[in-house]
């Protein structure tokens, strides 16, 4: 167990819908990632936030929007869902922002979306 | 700038030795190694920086040749608990704020 909570487990849903992922970091972390799995790409880096300050951003798209809330836990808020976006959707935390030695992710347990 | 991994997957025999290769095109600050075994998260290995040394621990090392803009993970008689998937990320400047992670190398062994 790595200490970070993702919910929901699985998410399943129609084209066109909007979703919510929820990922409670390990207790300290300031840093949360999301990342998109699919079979063929690897880890999708998606955002970055760091207490509660968008710090970077990968190849999210437009339709895909993320925050991090006073408390730390983060959301990532999916819409006008296409059928591409079924994916495993990773969060993982982290104590420093990056760049240091001791950059270590811990990653959360992941949601499964299917969207139909 | 995604980095590039090789193989793409690798089978063998317990106790048999692998190395996993990770190149990008761009220079690097650091490599970072991660294991994720079937239907579960990734886990950290190691992280290894510029100007730093090999890390390991265990029968699993690594190196990171900067000139080259290449990372090498080395793992020496392997153990059936070393199958999964090894993923590579990189930075490409200290607080990138970003890791961008390979496609993954599938390892499997066979008893």
């Known amino acids: 167990d790595s200490g970070v909570t993702q919910t929901p487990k699985h998410l399943i849903t129609a084209t066109g819908q909007r979703v919510t992922l929820r990922c409670s970091p390990r207790?300290?972390?300031?840093?949360v990632y999301w990342y998109q799995q699919s079979l063929d790409q690897g880890l999708q880096f998606l955002i970055h936030?760091?207490?509660?300050?968008?710090?970077a951003k990968g190849n999210i798209l437009e339709r895909f929007s993320a925050q991090q809330f006073p408390d730390l836990h983060s959301e990532l808020n999916l819409s006008s869902l296409e059928l591409g976006d079924s994916a495993l959707y990773f969060c993982?935390?982290?104590?420093?922002?990056?760049?240091?030695?001791?950059?270590?992710?811990?990653f959360g347990p992941g949601t499964r979306l299917t969207v139909l | 700038q995604q980095p590039v991994q090789s193989p793409q997957a690798v089978i063998l025999r317990e106790g048999e030795d692998a190395v996993i290769n990770c190149s990008s095109s761009?220079?690097?600050?650091?490599v970072h190694w991660y294991r994720q075994k079937h239907g579960e998260a990734p886990v950290f290995l190691m992280i290894?920086?510029?100007?730093?040394e090999q890390k390991g621990h265990d029968k699993i090392s690594a190196s990171f040749n900067e000139k080259k803009q290449q990372s090498s993970l080395y793992l020496t008689a392997s153990q059936l608990s070393y199958s999964g998937t090894y993923f590579c990320?990189?930075?490409?400047?200290?607080?990138?704020?970003?890791?961008?992670f390979g496609k993954g190398t599938r390892l499997h062994i066979l008893p």
């Open positions: 993982a935390s982290s104590e420093a922002p990056s760049g240091a030695s001791y950059n270590e992710q811990f």
């Open positions: 207790s300290g972390d300031l840093s």
């Open positions: 936030y760091y207490n509660g300050e968008e710090r």
């Open positions: 761009k220079a690097l600050y650091s």
């Open positions: 290894l920086l510029k100007g730093g």
């Open positions: 990320g990189t930075e490409i400047k200290f607080r990138d704020d970003k890791i961008i």
